[in-house]
């Protein structure tokens, strides 16, 4: 199997996987203590890290509830709702517009929202209801039958104050999914989300070329053969070429999803990580093809070793050190340095003045690569 067919099969699988993990965030909690108002039952369930207590959700399970999302409105969604054309889906409601920002391209939904004032109160009164100062509301999902609230909280909350929280925004909660809940008597149709499917691959998409590019560099910055001659020319057309695949990418989308209310998330999340993976699988993949599909003649080139030196990373409680040469071209001192990878113990065996052969390739598209190095009588 080629590098190319691994590229695809894994970027594949990591957006399924991926997109497993998007769908699930909008799933309430099964886990938690069940709690009773009157007949009704909600779940509250307390988020922890590292042993302490960073939030909490209350769930609510109510059948024929449709796929919405409710967040905090910011300036963003201003930007992106001209941008997009999305603020023709705007409710009409300036008290409810101003504050919440609603993810769903349902009209039946919209529809409910802008003729049930009931339920655009509740929601507002969540979002604008005075808890204490570590405690916010983060999100509204209504997803596989069940709305999930969740709420950030800072200081390490016992969970007798949770619970007590939670049981005075329950009745709120309660007014919501019942409301909620009338759109499934629209149609078969009215509980399904056009677009959420479409922005959840998108996402995906961008998380698994964001892992994969990632992957695949560390791979190619470890070997020791094949280094491009100058490298600094070649990361400029790779990085013409990923940003060219980028735009495209970011067309599409465009296309895809302009007017959605998930437009900017799913450009946003996109751009951050899908974008990085694509710049640097161009430079793993130019790379690639510019040695595997070269056909021309070896030349050789005679340099001379003007340093040696170490570079040092630190990940957490790993080091990683890696050794270099930089070799200048014994007829011409001005000429542009190269820069060689070292194994360590060629790098302690080495001083400046070393005579280095090269062996060279022209490369595929022109830019030329070491293939082999000889250092006086030691081959490498």
Known sequence: MSELEWFFLVVSLGTAI??????????????????????????????????????????????????????SRKKIHHFFERFSNAETRVISDQNFSERIHTLCDNTAVRMELQLNSSLRHSLVELFTRKFPASYKIQAIHCYRNSLSARYTAKGNPKGE??????????????????????????????????????????????????????????????????????????????GAVGLGTIIMFVFVIFILLRGSSRFYRAIIEFVCFGSIGILLSSYVFLFS???????????????????????????????????????????????????????????KSLSPGTEVDLSIRQGYFGYPYIIKYHFQEESW
């Open 18 to 71: 991926t997109y497993v993990f998007y769908h699930f965030r909008y799933s309430g909690s099964k886990s938690g203590n069940i709690k009773s108002l009157g007949d009704k039952s909600y779940r509250v369930a307390i988020l922890k890290h590292k042993g302490r207590v960073n939030g909490f959700t209350v769930n609510i399970e109510q059948a024929g509830l449709p796929e919405c999302s409710f967040v």
């Open 161 to 238: 104050f949770i619970n007590q929280q939670a049981e005075e925004i329950a009745p709120l909660l309660f007014n919501i999914t019942e409301n909620l809940a009338r759109v499934s008597s629209q149609g078969a149709g009215a509980l399904k989300d056009p677009n959420l499917t479409t922005v959840g691959l998108v996402q995906a998409l961008g998380a698994a070329l964001g892992i994969v590019g990632f992957a695949q560099f560390i791979k190619i910055i470890g070997l020791e053969n094949y280094q491009p001659l100058h490298v600094y020319p070649f990361v400029v057309f790779a």
């Open 289 to 347: 093809i510019n040695t595997e599909l070269d056909n021309s003649p070896t030349y050789k080139k005679t340099t001379v070793v003007s340093r040696t030196y170490t570079e040092t990373t630190k990940r957490k409680n790993r080091r990683t050190i890696t050794y270099h040469a930089e070799l200048k071209d014994r007829r011409n001192i001005a000429e542009e340095s190269i820069t060689i990878n070292l194994t360590p113990e060629l790098y």
